[in-house]
């Protein structure tokens, strides 16, 4: 089965910075999805942005990117401009891209905390 | 918009009550799941079920069982909760390739 770590249990950033949330995976397959979602207090899990791993470019969204590096295995997140409602819990996930690749794997999560 | 709905927010129960998990999507997925959320272990998926009255074990399926009788519908079961089924507990859809939608999350308290 897959792998996924999140070495940073918690991480903490000051309002208005940037700051990367570390995951890394392991896999021996080439084709897979992966994901960032955000569980806020609320607990409603919400993606924050999703990869394929067939691109070669980063994706983006808004405030939030990825360094997607597949050799090394490695996704991060990285925030910028934090704002005080990304303080969440991150999850990184992995998705086969198979046909029956029907399960997630999940990281054990980063607690992000947002000092104003 | 999608929608994944769990009957409850918060349970509370006492050991040895049988308990059921209910998870309501409305976006004709095939793939629905259950996992268990618990603090510095991540999510750890329970059982997960890919068709109607079609269901695979994940990581953690002891004390549990599930049912999906209609597509919409997927029931995780706990025969008799015990203490440490006290968790979150999450349902999730996907369709093939996609990305997962989750419910809102059932907090339960076994005592």
């Known amino acids: 089965a897959q792998t996924v770590t999140q070495s940073q249990p918690e991480m ?3 309002e ?31 993606l924050v ?12 969204e808004n405030r939030f990117s ?7 295995k490695s996704f991060s997140l990285k925030i910028s401009d934090s704002q005080l409602g ?6 990184c996930a992995y998705r086969s891209a198979l ?15 947002v000092i104003p | 918009d999608v929608k994944v709905t769990q009957s409850s927010r918060y ?6 009550e049988k308990v059921f998990l209910e998870c309501v999507q409305d976006m004709d997925h095939e793939n629905m799941f259950w996992y ?26 002891e004390g549990y069982s599930v049912s999906r009788e209609k597509k919409e519908r997927f029931s995780l079961i706990l025969e008799s909760a015990s203490t440490n089924q006290t968790s979150m507990y999450l349902c999730a859809s996907t369709p093939p390739r996609g990305k997962l939608f989750f419910g809102s999350g059932t907090q339960l308290s076994v005592l």
Do not use: H
């Open chain 1, 99 to 113: 046909n029956t690749g029907n399960q997630f794997y999940f990281g054990t999560g980063t607690s992000l905390t």
């Open chain 1, 12 to 14: 903490s950033v000051q």
């Open chain 2, 36 to 61: 268990r959320q618990d603090p510095g272990l991540g999510l750890r998926l329970i059982y997960f079920s890919y068709d109607v009255k079609m269901k695979e074990k994940g990581d953690i399926p």
């Open chain 1, 49 to 60: 942005i999703r990869q394929e791993a067939y691109k070669q470019q980063n994706a983006t």
């Open chain 1, 16 to 46: 208005a910075e940037t700051v990367t949330l570390s995951c890394t995976y392991d896999t021996s397959e080439s084709d897979y999805y992966l994901f960032w979602y955000k569980q806020p207090p609320s607990r409603q899990m919400i």
């Open chain 1, 66 to 72: 990825v360094n997607f590096q597949k050799a090394a």
């Open chain 1, 86 to 91: 990304d303080a969440a819990m991150y999850f």
């Open chain 2, 11 to 16: 349970l509370v129960k006492r050991t040895g």
